[in-house]
Nanobody, 129 residues
Framework: VQLQASGGGLVQAGGSLRLSCAAS????????IGWFRQAPGTEREFVAG????????VYADSVKGRFTISRHGAKNTVYLRMDSLKPEDTAVYYC???????????????????????WGQGTQVTVSS
């Protein structure tokens, strides 16, 4: 499967954006998908994940209550709705498939980028203060 993230941009603090992760090659419903972000000089940080069925979602504490992950099977796309954005949310955002056998509960406790693969090209999100 190939993934492509899009929807980033420049927004003021308190604003909203919706990122899209479009899949090609295989149905996105076959995979557990994660969103990560990476700011300059930092490691890739787990943001949110959604199971292949859509029944299980997990979030990093830093975005819980502000971000919402969802999937649209017919459009073969996973979304990340970001509300109440803060300057510290500024980063390149990536989506990827979970390649590890561990479930999302483990990922939430051990949010390692190494548990994911098929990384798509990222999309830049910049939040101004």
């Amino acid at each position: 499967v190939q993934l492509q993230a899009s929807g980033g941009g420049l927004v003021q603090a308190g604003g909203s954006l919706r990122l899209s992760c479009a899949a090609s090659g295989r149905a996105v419903s076959s995979y557990t998908i994660g969103w990560f972000r990476q700011a300059p000089g930092t490691e890739r940080e787990f943001v949110a994940g959604i199971s292949w069925s859509g029944e299980t979602v997990v979030y990093a504490d830093s975005v819980k209550g502000r971000f919402t992950i969802s999937r649209h099977g017919a459009k073969n796309t996973v979304y990340l709705r970001m509300d109440s954005l803060k300057p510290e949310d500024t980063a390149v955002y990536y989506c990827a498939t979970k390649t590890s056998r561990y479930g999302l509960a483990y990922v939430q406790q051990n949010p390692q980028a190494a548990l994911f693969g098929s990384w798509g090209q990222g999309t830049q999100v910049t939040v101004s203060s």
